[in-house]
């Protein structure tokens, strides 16, 4: 009883500063004279880092320039984007495909670059969906979802998508523990049997070295409480992962009481060469589950979703020397490794000191079974045998911290709305800066790899009252680009953000564009319903389907004029577009469609079915500003009523009346 007080007034007062305290006195003199200077890209000119940021709740990631703060582009990932037509093209519908069926939404929280030999490689970025469990992997080159895999046994896909040194794995941690054994998930339990039913899980998502594919290589089942972020062992530290886990009071009701009334929670550490060992030796259990694996085909320009059955389990409990608890204090968030491999930062939101831990020591205590006993049958490491260092005094709530290469690491405090740059090896505060306002994740270029570029820390901010013009009740949301070059941290520039700005990465822009592809080549297109020149357009029909090859090239599509479609068709509009030209799209859009208009790259084919709900004549158009006889590109479509006499046809140029 006493103990649940304590937390709760010390969650009280936490809770007091965050809404009273979080505005500092000195933001009008926040901004130094050069700093406008040190972020003006002239027109022409380039930024020297892409910078990949969570959309949060839109389900997509953005792309935007740095030091500008230029929004250069927003990827579709889980969410259906009638910009570009993707969730809407019959070949871009199977990748929200999953065990639950099409789901067009998720919350992606946090972006992850590829990386080979711990450094940031410029290949993919891989991000989570928290609400539907998936990952996601982009392509670079083309800038597109190239692949999403749904991960079973999962609620709540937080810890996630961190990566290895070499890509070799993914991993996504549950934030929700559910009901589940080794034979089953989520089978119907009163919610009342947490402790005894509820378990987590930790998965480790295989990546294929040249194609990227990914599939699920193993999954651990944990004792039930929520993991939130992670990160992986490199240099010293490499085979290991570390996960942060709240909640190991394993409430199950008022967790902002319940779940913050111990004083530590749990850093766990799992040594994934050892479960790979495991594997090899056959000690995993298959276990019957459904999951989707979804993957886009550059060259037939169409995604296709497989529904797999079957999951690899480990079990620490009979497994020994694969995972082990290290006490952290309190509800830990981020869980960081910084970028010689040798220190575990873990940061506890409510916490007001940062625990650093010694991975060299965790390996000592370990080999000396210097454990505080056990939690649900996994050692737990004495805190102080694993303890490194704590930095005293750093702020409050520290959130999450990255690196810059030279020793030095910078901690977001979600409480008092600040970054603090500390030095890791002397665990001293170097200096503070306020944000504007309360910071989640922070990012420096590169900043979780083993190869930071430590020029900048960009600040990503859930709250931006006062700083931007009202827009009603909800305000942009917020980023802050900070200069690191100095002794001194320097606030250079604000930028909104779309969605919420949970995590991002960002590299050096070289490393990306030159590889920039500019168009798909029509010769390599092998879409079954391409045509790949305009006398392969034509119309045919099968039933009530009616299939229209369509071309487009600035400035007209073939055919443009179709007649004979009947009440009761569907229409598909197969459209390719012919440009073999940098930037030229052309867009596709029919009056009445209820889903969307089709983006097509130069070289594409993208389909768009529609339903005609009427007779009539229906303009269809290009809604990509393409040309200057842009506005001219459109033709019609007749619809006539179900069991009428007028024929199929189809033509372009023809302007005589037939016979
Ligand atoms: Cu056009």
């Known amino acids: 009883m006493k103990q649940w007080l304590i937390g709760s007034l010390i969650f009280v007062a936490i809770l007091a500063f965050a809404i009273n305290g979080c505005k500092p006195q000195n933001m009008a003199t926040a901004v130094t004279g050069d700093a406008a200077s040190k972020v003006y890209v002239a027109p022409g000119k380039y930024d020297e880092f892409y910078n990949f940021v969570s959309g949060g709740f839109s389900g997509q990631m953005a792309v935007y320039g740095l030091p500008s703060g230029r929004l250069?582009?927003?990827?579709?990932?889980?969410?259906?984007?009638?910009?570009?037509?993707?969730?809407?093209?019959?070949?871009?519908?199977?990748?929200?495909?999953?065990?639950?069926?099409?789901?067009?939404?998720?919350?992606?929280?946090?972006?992850?670059?590829?990386?080979?030999?711990?450094?940031?490689?410029?290949?993919?970025?891989?991000?989570?969906?928290?609400?539907?469990?998936?990952?996601?992997?982009?392509?670079?080159?083309?800038?597109?979802?190239?692949?999403?895999?749904?991960?079973?046994?999962?609620?709540?896909n937080h810890s996630s998508p961190f990566i290895t040194e070499n890509t070799e794995y993914v991993i996504a941690g549950t934030r929700f523990s559910y009901p589940m054994d080794n034979k089953e998930s989520n089978p119907d339990v009163s919610i009342d049997t947490y402790k005894d039913n509820f378990r987590g899980t930790v998965s480790f998502v295989g990546v294929e070295k040249e194609t990227g594919h990914m599939d699920i290589a193993f999954q651990i089942l944990l004792p039930g409480v929520n993991f939130d972020l992670s990160h992986s062992g490199k240099g010293p530290s490499s085979g290991w992962f570390f996960f942060s886990c709240y909640n190991t009071e394993q409430a199950y009701t008022l967790l902002e009481v319940n779940a913050s009334q111990k004083d530590k929670d749990f850093i766990m550490a799992v040594n994934w060469k050892k479960a790979e060992e495991y594997v090899k030796q056959g000690k995993g259990k298959k276990q019957k589950v459904r999951y989707a694996v979804n993957r886009f085909d550059e060259h037939t320009h169409t995604a296709t979703s497989t529904i797999k059955e079957e999951v690899l389990v480990l079990d620490p409990k009979e497994l020994a020397d694969m995972v082990y608890f290290i006490p952290c204090p309190k509800s830990p968030h981020g869980c960081d490794v910084d970028p010689t491999g040798q220190y575990i930062i873990g940061s506890g939101k409510l916490a007001a000191t940062i625990p650093v831990f010694s991975f060299a020591k965790l390996q000592t205590a370990i080999q000396a079974k210097d454990f505080d006993g056990d939690f649900d049958g996994i050692p737990v490491v004495k805190y102080e045998s694993a303890l490194y260092g704590e930095v005293k005094k750093p702020g409050l709530g520290p959130l999450h911290t990255?690196?810059?290469?030279?020793?030095?690491?910078?901690?977001?405090?979600?409480?008092?709305?600040?970054?603090?740059?500390?030095?890791?090896?002397?665990?001293?505060?170097?200096?503070?800066?306020?944000?504007?306002?309360?910071?989640?994740?922070?990012?420096?270029?590169?900043?979780?790899?083993?190869?930071?570029?430590?020029?900048?820390?960009?600040?990503?901010?859930?709250?931006?009252?006062?700083?931007?013009?009202?827009?009603?009740?909800?305000?942009?949301?917020?980023?802050?680009?900070?200069?690191?070059?100095?002794?001194?941290?320097?606030?250079?520039?604000?930028?909104?953000?779309?969605?919420?700005?949970?995590?991002?990465?960002?590299?050096?822009?070289?490393?990306?564009?030159?590889?920039?592809?500019?168009?798909?080549?029509?010769?390599?297109?092998?879409?079954?319903?391409?045509?790949?020149?305009?006398?392969?357009?034509?119309?045919?029909?099968?039933?009530?389907?009616?299939?229209?090859?369509?071309?487009?090239?600035?400035?007209?599509?073939?055919p443009d004029n179709i007649e004979g479609v009947k009440l009761g068709d569907n229409v598909y509009f197969h459209v390719t577009n012919l440009e073999q030209d940098w930037d030229v799209p052309h867009g596709f859009a029919v009056k009445g469609a209820n889903n969307a208009e089709l983006l097509i790259m130069p070289g594409e084919t993208q389909t768009l079915k529609w339903t005609p709900d009427r007779v009539g004549v229906f303009p269809f158009y290009c809604t990509d500003f393409c040309s200057a006889l842009h506005q001219e590109m459109q033709g019609y479509l007749r619809v006539s009523p179900a069991g009428s006499k007028v024929e199929l046809k189809y033509s372009m140029g023809k302007t005589e009346k037939p016979e």
């Open 72 to 156: 250069l582009k927003v990827l579709p990932v889980f969410s259906v984007n009638p910009e570009s037509g993707y969730g809407y093209s019959e070949e871009s519908k199977p990748m929200l495909n999953t065990s639950h069926g099409f789901v067009p939404w998720d919350d992606l929280h946090h972006p992850e670059l590829s990386q080979t030999n711990g450094e940031v490689d410029g290949r993919w970025i891989f991000g989570n969906a928290n609400n539907t469990p998936r990952i996601a992997r982009l392509d670079l080159k083309s800038f597109k979802t190239a692949e999403i895999i749904e991960i079973p046994n999962s609620s709540g």
């Open 402 to 558: 990255e690196f810059d290469g030279k020793g030095n690491a910078y901690t977001s405090f979600f409480v008092s709305s600040e970054i603090v740059k500390w030095n890791i090896e002397k665990l001293e505060v170097l200096d503070r800066v306020p944000t504007y306002y309360s910071i989640g994740h922070l990012c420096v270029p590169g900043g979780d790899s083993q190869k930071p570029f430590g020029k900048y820390v960009i600040a990503y901010n859930k709250i931006t009252k006062d700083r931007y013009l009202p827009t009603g009740p909800e305000l942009t949301q917020s980023a802050q680009l900070y200069d690191i070059t100095g002794d001194k941290m320097q606030l250079l520039l604000d930028f909104p953000t779309i969605g919420e700005p949970h995590y991002a990465q960002a590299c050096p822009a070289d490393l990306i564009a030159k590889n920039s592809l500019k168009i798909f080549k029509i010769e390599e297109n092998t879409h079954p319903r391409a045509a790949k020149g305009e006398g392969q357009a034509k119309v045919e029909r099968n039933g009530n389907d009616v299939h229209v090859y369509m071309t487009s090239i600035r400035s007209h599509f073939a």
